[in-house]
């Protein structure tokens, strides 16, 4: 079956550094995607990886290994602002988004 | 980056009505539209995907008598819950897929629909 796999809640500190693991069994691979939702809204997009290796986009960069089935998010410079769940969702061979449970970020000041 | 909205943002009904639900894409033609449900502190789960023109495929477990969808133009879909129960509140969620844009596949989301079943 597929499966996308993160940690449920992470703790950090404002001003401090924290990446988020995602990891996946899919039907095949058309590229893997990181939402941010704040509680009682809709995702919103963050990052997008289809090839190997690490996209930056200002305070937030995000990883793949396709080799692994493995990403991570990487948000630097936190603030109370980034409070929110962070959702890995990758799309299969059938351009269906598979999604993850969600990783609820929780930043003290 | 391109705009979907979602009408009404909350609904409130009583059980046994029924509750239609829109989604549109603002700025650009949606050619497939996915409608999610979330119930709290879970993800998003897809009940259903939209075709232009033609029958929704609906995911199992997903009851498509309950869950009307039609999505009658390149941006218009609806969700209708039929005979709404209580355990039919959660948030609803579209989005939408501009296939001819040559991105990456994104899907754009609408903002939400939080509905309560009295």
């Known amino acids: 079956g597929q499966n996308i796999d993160q940690p449920t809640e992470m703790t950090a500190t404002e001003g401090a550094i924290v990446q988020i693991n995602c990891t996946y069994q899919?039907?095949?691979?058309?590229?893997l995607f990181w939402y941010q939702q704040h509680a009682g809204e809709a995702p919103t997009f963050l990052s997008y990886n289809v090839l190997d290796g690490l996209e930056e986009k200002g305070r937030f960069s995000s990883f793949l290994s396709r080799s692994k089935g493995y990403s991570y998010l990487l948000l630097k410079e936190l603030q109370m602002k980034d409070s929110a769940s962070y959702l890995c969702a990758v799309m299969d061979s059938n351009y269906q988004l598979i999604w993850g449970a969600g990783t609820k970020l929780i930043i003290k000041p | 980056g391109a705009v979907v909205s979602q009408h009404p943002s909350r609904v409130i009904c009583k059980s046994g009505t029924s509750v239609k639900i829109e989604c549109r894409s603002l700025d650009f033609q949606a050619t497939t539209m996915f409608w999610y449900r979330q119930f709290p502190k879970q993800s998003l789960m897809l009940m259903a995907t939209?075709?232009?023109?033609?029958?929704?495929?609906?995911e199992q477990g997903v009851e498509k008598d309950k869950f009307l969808i039609n999505h009658a133009s390149l941006t218009l879909s609806t969700l209708t819950v039929t005979s709404a129960h209580p355990e039919d509140s959660s948030f609803y969620i579209c989005s939408a897929r501009d296939m001819s844009s040559g991105g990456y596949n994104e899907q754009f989301f609408g903002p939400g629909t939080r509905l309560t079943v009295l």
């Open positions: 939209s075709n232009e023109g033609s029958k929704a495929t609906y």
């Open positions: 899919t039907s095949g691979f058309n590229g």
